[in-house]
């Protein structure tokens, strides 16, 4: 039995707009996913923002109703079993809300320890143990309003475990941290999943995903568009190569030329300080190197290159070709 | 003529979205609940009160005096919550720094809350005539329209004072709060300014509203303009000076902060 | 036994948040301090008659008492919205009735307290006292009204939860309350139907025998006051059990919670 599963899952929103002349607007925010991750993955979902990978967490974490579909986690139900369900699972939120900023962070975990109705012999050892493993410990008593983004972050975290859950949704646990303290939480959600926990991670880092995930899924508008492990999604790229160089001014034509050469897949231009760098995806770099200069005869280039796709060119080129 | 008009409409359009900013959290729902809702409320206990403790024909009297405080409610709360919104949208430094002048800026936001001000009252008043059945035949009612107008000027005048306080202090709001329940009892709109002990007689004087809810008492009355001139004169004389220490406290909250010495307007 | 400790944890987090805010000072201490001495002006406008002086001397304490015990839950499920942990701990196994169980039970200590400074101002500021206090009846009274307004905020604070735009409405009703209840002169001078209005909220029955309590001159009904104030809180807490069962599936639906 999966440890989380999704079949056909939909969800619309429904909103009202305007102020007096009120007008209707529906937004659909999942257009039928099917999901089945299995006990003790750690599983990714990337996507950009808007593609519904915040709705789906707050579905499978009963905070949501689906308008359609089915969500279960760990064999409960999550429209109906939700009292069942929330004693077994933790989810965190990205972002430094959703904490009580004016007590200590000893004083949230007490409080959330009791609201997810754990016996107090059980709190007691548990408390210290997640402060020390989360790096918190001789911190608990500060207000979190004096903690760093990544202390309130490793607090959102130590909440979502307070309960010894089964299942962990972490929903972009490191945006806005820092760098140090993104590359800390990615290390203990590993740990985590290596300790025989299941989580559900979605990210719009592509690095995030590749660096820790057993699989994936790409998610965009509301619907999934590649899943598996991370060097299979690569394979989506997999026959291709990567043609890189920096030029300042980078005419229309050009890029049509460029667009027109055999075995190039996609021609993408971002400018990047006053030159631009452009990315060429193609099926042979070394052909396409060998004409370039025919096709911006008179142009200087720069850092000329080419290398092996990425995880990231290849959910470029996902996130591009379904839109 | 041309160009004088289209200053007009910019001017107008400016004040517009102003005042659709104020209340852009509010559903049209809430807007009606916090506009209509609780001023009505708010005058309504008070008319109550005072009908039980002296009689119903001094309804008029409770009616017009906590009308007319609702001024202060638009006047303070309207500026201070505009400088609480810049502050939480991060768009006071930008304030601070335009090189727009300043005191246009300063004053395009109160007359905002002027116009409000005066939209309360007059809903307030007109709902508190018709439940209460008040007599107004004898009323002077362009001069209470001028006294309306007056008044709402004049508490805009304290308001700046707070939204200037609101530079420096998180929490000027609750002071606002307080000063604003305040009034109430300085301000001679339950009962006469007499009764209060001297030094609080003092305080009344040096505030708006006192003179303006004599004067419009008057008016509805049937005074004359020139009966009540000089009430009004002083009125529009104590709003005038809180207006300007309002606006020099902002010139050197303003030059403070620029040197740095002002986290807390940021 | 674990949800009545979620409950009193719910409690006495609330009561430390209150403690450390300003704003709670505002509603509990400062706010009715500011309409007793109103009141009392005004109440002793007329040739200060001791039975109207009453209304002054608890006046001031009640409107503390309803506007801390009945908004305090309600903002604190808005202050929870802005903070983002309205969110968390609806999902937390511990049903939201619970919590706001808790959130309630803190306002009404605050709201208790409320009475105490307003007495005082009342004594010695206006030399106002309560003539012919029956301490039994006062405290029977006292504890009805209490029942009262725990019912009332505990069935309309889920609406907190689910709509932003109640907030300002249900601000309102905390001030229709003051009128509607007798807080401060008697009902008897308001037009018959805001009397009907009166007559179906709790609050009216047991702020009435509450006063009674303190003068002399009768007919008292205490029994039925009581009782009617009583039935009502009951009804109240019928309606609420189909509210919070509303509340739990809309708010699901709609994603409101998250929303700042």
Not at chain 2, 212 to 239: H, W
Not at chain 3, 153 to 179: C, D, H, K, Q
Request: hydrophobic share 50%.
């Amino acid at each position: 039995m999966p440890a989380i599963e999704a079949r056909r899952l939909r969800k619309t929103y429904k909103t009202t707009r305007g102020v007096f002349r009120r007008e209707k607007v529906e937004r659909v925010a999942l257009r039928g996913v099917d999901l089945a991750i299995e006990p003790g993955e750690l599983f990714g979902v990337l996507g950009p923002n808007g593609a519904g990978k915040t709705t789906m967490t707050k579905i499978f974490t009963t905070l949501l109703l689906p308008t359609s579909g089915a969500a279960t986690v760990l064999g409960l139900d999550a429209v109906h079993d939700q009292w069942a369900l929330r004693r077994r699972i933790g989810f965190v939120f990205g972002g430094d809300r959703g904490l009580y900023w004016r007590l200590s962070g000893l004083d949230n975990l007490r409080y959330f320890a009791d609201l997810y109705r754990i016996p107090p012999e059980v709190t007691r050892k548990r408390i210290p143990a997640l402060l020390e493993r989360l790096g918190l410990a001789g911190r608990e008593r500060d207000r979190v309003e004096l903690y760093s983004r990544g202390m309130k972050q490793r607090l959102h975290l130590a909440r979502g475990l307070l309960n010894d859950p089964e299942v962990l949704f972490l929903d972009e646990p490191t945006i806005g941290l820092d760098p140090v303290g993104a590359r800390e939480l990615r290390v203990i959600v590993r740990e985590l999943a290596d300790a025989g926990k299941t989580v559900f991670l979605t990210t719009h880092y592509m690095f995030e995903a590749d660096a820790i995930c057993d699989r994936i899924a790409v998610i965009k508008g509301g619907e999934i568009v590649a899943e598996g492990t991370p060097s299979s999604i690569k394979k989506v790229v997999q026959d291709q190569g990567v043609v890189e160089f920096e030029v300042v001014g980078m005419p229309a034509e050009r890029v049509a030329g460029l667009r027109g050469l055999q075995g190039v897949k996609s021609v993408a231009v971002v400018d990047h300080e006053l030159a631009q760098v452009v990315t060429i995806h193609c099926s042979s770099p070394a052909d396409v190197m060998t004409q370039l200069g025919l096709v911006l005869d008179g142009m200087s280039l720069e850092k000329v290159s080419s290398r092996e796709p990425t995880l990231e060119d290849a959910y470029v080129q996902l996130i591009g070709e379904s839109s | 003529m041309r160009r004088l008009a289209l200053e007009v409409a910019v001017f107008v359009r400016s004040i517009w979205l102003q005042y659709v900013a104020l209340f852009q959290w509010a559903t049209i729902n809430g807007y009606i609940a916090y506009k209509l809702l609780l001023p009505v409320t708010q005058i309504l206990f008070f008319v109550e009160l005072g009908v039980y403790a002296t009689g119903r024909q001094n309804a008029l009297y409770f009616a017009l005096g906590n009308a007319l405080q609702l001024t202060a409610n638009a006047g303070i709360f309207g500026v201070i919550a505009t400088v609480a919104n810049e502050r939480q949208y991060g768009t006071l430094p930008l304030l601070l720094a335009s090189p727009a002048n300043r005191l246009v800026t300063f004053l395009s936001r109160a007359i905002v809350n002027v116009i409000d001000g005066i939209a309360t009252v007059v809903v307030g008043l007109v709902i508190t005539v018709i439940l209460f059945g008040l007599d107004l035949h004898r009323a002077n009612l362009p001069l209470l329209g001028l006294c309306v107008v007056v008044i709402s000027l004049t508490t805009a005048g304290l308001g700046l004072m707070f939204g200037s306080i609101g530079l420096v202090m998180r929490d000027a709001i609750i002071l606002a709060n307080v000063v604003y329940y305040l009034l109430l009892i300085v301000c001679g709109i339950n009962f006469p300014v007499s009764r209060l002990p001297f030094v609080l007689q003092l305080v009344s004087y040096s505030l708006p509203l006192t003179r303006g809810v004599q004067a419009a008492r008057e008016a509805a009355a049937g005074a004359s303009i020139g009966q009540v001139s000089g009430l009004l004169a002083g009125e529009l004389m104590i709003g005038l000076l809180w207006a300007l220490g309002g606006y020099a406290l902002f010139r050197i909250l303003e030059s403070w902060a620029r040197r740095g010495g002002l986290q807390e307007a940021y | 036994m674990s949800l009545i400790r979620a409950g009193w944890r719910a409690f006495v987090i609330t009561i430390r948040m209150r403690v450390i805010s300003t704003w709670s000072y505002l509603s509990w201490l400062v706010f009715p301090m500011l309409f007793t001495i109103v009141g009392l002006y005004v109440l002793s406008s007329g040739g200060a008659s001791s039975s109207r002086l009453v209304y002054g001397v608890l006046g001031g304490g009640l409107i503390g008492y309803w506007s801390v015990a009945y908004l305090d839950a309600g903002n604190s499920i808005q202050d929870e919205r802005w903070s983002g942990t309205l969110e968390q701990i609806f999902a937390t196994p511990t049903p939201i009735w619970v919590i706001l169980f808790g959130k309630v039970c803190a306002g009404l200590v605050f709201g208790l307290v409320s009475f105490l400074p307003n007495a005082a101002l009342a004594y010695f500021g206006f030399h106002a006292v309560l003539p012919a206090l029956d301490p039994w009846k006062f405290v029977i009274s006292l504890g009805v009204l209490t029942l009262s307004f725990f019912c009332i905020a505990l069935t309309l604070a889920p609406l907190f939860a689910l709509w932003r735009w109640a907030f300002s409405m249900l601000n309102g009703f905390e001030l229709g309350v003051y009128i509607l209840c007798g807080f401060m002169f008697p009902i008897a001078a308001l037009a018959s139907w805001a009397q009907g209005v009166a007559g179906v909220l709790a609050p009216t029955w047991a702020v009435r025998a509450l006063y009674a309590s303190t003068v002399m001159q009768g007919p008292h009904d205490f029994t039925l006051w009581w009782l009617a104030a009583i039935g009502l809180s009951v009804v109240y807490l019928a309606g609420a059990y189909f509210l919070y069962g509303l509340v739990e599936r809309e708010a699901r639906v709609s994603g409101e919670l998250a929303l700042a």
